[in-house]
């Protein structure tokens, strides 16, 4: 290139400082754009939960629900167990529902098992329980779908349902409390279903627990005909429900003393 006068001359560029004032500049433009994404990602994310945590919460306790309802609305030859310990720390529990036949011989035989129980996931990346539920039977529940199994799929009669269970409880209300045991054989008068995806706190006792706002109840009536206390009872109520709790449910509240519910096979 020549000037006017025809002398070589060369173009102005930019200098290293104008580069580096550019780029430091960018940055921070880029820094304050990826943080509005974020925030606003998170809070999306928070509505989602909001409205997907109940919604699956729902689906499950509806469907003990309905398992509970069909099952005990059958016949009278049916036994419940509900048992609650922890895994990993965690609030779970087992709730078994069985249904007997008896033969000519007089002989019993499992008609129908259903079995919920929720068992630590070690496969996921975020600390949890899994929800799994098993049906055993002389008959199909789904005729469309169980006459299309494997053979070898009879062996993995636990099915996981959801993930992500920080809390699973099953209880039978007595009274203004609630017992945390049920051996059988005469079904309750009623079961209180309580989960919960919410984010655990260790509590004194080295368990995680959820607060109790996070905690999602279902009070399912078994026997229709009595009526389940849902108030205060009486001294006199209270003290025949605490030696009914003890005659049947042994001392104790059970908790302390129950080891951790695993699934022996999950399909």
């Given at each position: 290139m020549k000037t006017a006068n025809g002398q070589p001359g060369f173009r102005r560029g930019y200098s290293l400082g104008e580069m580096l004032a550019a780029l430091v500049i960018g940055a921070m433009v880029l820094t304050a754009i990826l943080g509005v994404y974020g925030q606003a990602n998170r809070a999306a994310e928070a509505v989602l939960d909001k409205i997907e945590t109940p919604a699956l919460a729902t689906e499950v306790l509806q469907r003990i629900a309905a398992d509970l309802d069909r099952t005990l609305g059958a016949d009278d030859n049916v036994t419940v167990q509900i048992r609650n310990g922890f895994d990993n720390g965690l609030v779970t529990a087992e709730l078994v529902v069985r249904r007997i036949l008896k033969d000519a011989e007089n002989k019993e035989q499992t008609l129908e098992e259903i079995i919920w129980r929720g068992a630590y996931d070690h496969q996921?990346?975020?600390?949890?329980?899994?929800?799994?539920?098993?049906?055993?039977?002389?008959?199909?529940?789904?005729?469309?779908?169980?006459?299309?199994?494997?053979?070898?799929?009879?062996?993995?009669?636990f099915v996981p349902l959801c993930g992500g269970v920080t809390y699973f409880r099953i209880e039978v209300p007595r009274g203004d409390g609630a017992v945390d045991r049920w051996p059988g054989p005469a079904p309750p008068p009623g079961v209180r279903v309580t989960l919960s995806f919410a984010r655990p706190y260790e509590t004194v006792r080295g368990t995680l627990d959820v607060?109790?706002?996070?905690?999602?109840?279902?009070?399912?009536?078994?026997?229709?005909?009595?009526?389940?206390?849902?108030?205060?009872?009486?001294?006199?109520?209270?003290?025949a429900n605490a030696g009914d709790t003890q005659a049947e449910q042994g001392s104790g509240d059970g908790r302390g003393d129950v080891q951790p519910i695993l699934p022996t096979r999950v399909r």
């Amino acid at each position: 290139m020549k000037t006017a006068n025809g002398q070589p001359g060369f173009r102005r560029g930019y200098s290293l400082g104008e580069m580096l004032a550019a780029l430091v500049i960018g940055a921070m433009v880029l820094t304050a754009i990826l943080g509005v994404y974020g925030q606003a990602n998170r809070a999306a994310e928070a509505v989602l939960d909001k409205i997907e945590t109940p919604a699956l919460a729902t689906e499950v306790l509806q469907r003990i629900a309905a398992d509970l309802d069909r099952t005990l609305g059958a016949d009278d030859n049916v036994t419940v167990q509900i048992r609650n310990g922890f895994d990993n720390g965690l609030v779970t529990a087992e709730l078994v529902v069985r249904r007997i036949l008896k033969d000519a011989e007089n002989k019993e035989q499992t008609l129908e098992e259903i079995i919920w129980r929720g068992a630590y996931d070690h496969q996921s990346a975020v600390p949890g329980l899994a929800i799994y539920r098993s049906r055993t039977g002389v008959g199909f529940e789904d005729k469309l779908l169980d006459a299309r199994r494997e053979n070898w799929e009879s062996d993995y009669s636990f099915v996981p349902l959801c993930g992500g269970v920080t809390y699973f409880r099953i209880e039978v209300p007595r009274g203004d409390g609630a017992v945390d045991r049920w051996p059988g054989p005469a079904p309750p008068p009623g079961v209180r279903v309580t989960l919960s995806f919410a984010r655990p706190y260790e509590t004194v006792r080295g368990t995680l627990d959820v607060l109790d706002e996070e905690k999602i109840s279902r009070t399912i009536a078994i026997d229709r005909i009595r009526a389940i206390r849902f108030g205060p009872a009486s001294p006199d109520a209270d003290a025949a429900n605490a030696g009914d709790t003890q005659a049947e449910q042994g001392s104790g509240d059970g908790r302390g003393d129950v080891q951790p519910i695993l699934p022996t096979r999950v399909r």
